[in-house]
């Protein structure tokens, strides 16, 4: 299992909106509003590194008032 945390710009007031859209889709863990230059920080997880690719760009990624994401994958060292 991989997991990473997606921060996310948003258009302005849409913060909660997309956390409420995100929080609803399947390897979400948490979607949480936050304060500072990102609106929003989830946490996923996937079976691979490709299937969480996936879940980012072909889902997170298509919700309406997204602007832009960074994806940070978890490293267990």
Known sequence: MVSAYVLIQTD?????????NISAMEGVITADVVTGPYDIIAKAEAVT????GKLVISRMQ???GITRTLTSPVVNL
């Open 62 to 64: 298509m919700v309406a």
């Open 12 to 20: 302005m007031d849409k913060a909660q909106e997309v956390a409420a």
């Open 49 to 52: 590194m490709d299937e969480l």
